[in-house]
């Protein structure tokens, strides 16, 4: 089923992007849209090494290369970092580095 399908996937997912009501998965290979509202699968992939960096984005902590003032390089994409989410977003990845430093 599609389950599998996609708990097979979360390990490949780099970001989650949210836009218009869609859920965009970015993977190293390809990129596709679900319907969806980030709130609905946050939780879930919060368990998975996820974190956001902004409203729109939920980073995979696997490939977060590095990390700048306002901004996170994941898998080469550059994604912008909230100011209200900023120590949070650090604070999940020292969590799930143990010990990140910039």
């Given at each position: 089923g599609i389950n599998?399908?996609?708990?097979?996937?979360?390990?490949?997912?780099?970001?989650?992007?949210?836009?218009?009501?869609?859920?965009?998965?970015h993977t190293l290979r390809e990129t596709s849209a679900v319907t969806g509202s980030l709130k609905s699968i946050e939780r879930d992939l919060a368990q998975n090494g996820f974190a956001s960096c902004n409203r729109c984005h939920l980073v995979n902590m696997r490939y977060v290369e590095r990390v700048e003032k306002l901004s996170v390089v994941v898998a080469g994409e550059?994604?912008?970092?909230?100011?209200?989410?900023?120590?949070?977003?650090?604070?999940?990845?020292?969590?799930?580095?143990?010990?990140?430093?910039?």
């Open positions: 599998e399908t996609k708990r097979l996937l979360v390990d490949e997912i780099t970001y989650v992007e949210i836009n218009n009501h869609q859920l965009i998965f550059t994604l912008s970092i909230s100011r209200n989410r900023r120590k949070a977003f650090l604070n999940a990845l020292n969590a799930y580095y143990g010990g990140w430093t910039e």
